[in-house]
């Protein structure tokens, strides 16, 4: 194991449908210089990524899709598919 991994801290924020999880991944996100969102609908990860974009600019921001409905949505923010993000998070 990595010893930068050893410094990391993980939350997990669990609770019924809205009740702000998402939004709370989403200010974490953008507390960091860099960070992605895993969403599980297509019509999510496009909400997120307005979001985002609205609160960093277009240039900081992609909205990468998997195929077959939707499934595996990602949103990364600032270092594009890097896999050394500071903030990550996953909503399903």
Do not use: C, Y
Not at 4 to 21: F, I, Y
Not at 27 to 52: D, Q, S, W
């Amino acid at each position: 194991m990595p010893a930068r991994w050893s410094t990391r801290n993980v939350t997990a924020v669990l609770g019924p449908t809205n009740t702000g999880k998402t939004h709370l991944a989403i200010e974490r996100m953008l507390g960091h210089e860099t960070g992605m969102i895993g969403l599980p609908l297509r019509l999510l990860a496009r909400e997120v990524f307005n979001k985002v974009v609205t609160r960093v600019g277009v240039d900081k921001v992609a909205l990468v899709t998997g195929g077959n409905g939707g499934i595996g949505l990602a949103l990364v923010r600032a270092q594009l598919l890097s896999s050394d993000q500071e903030a990550a998070a996953g909503d399903q």
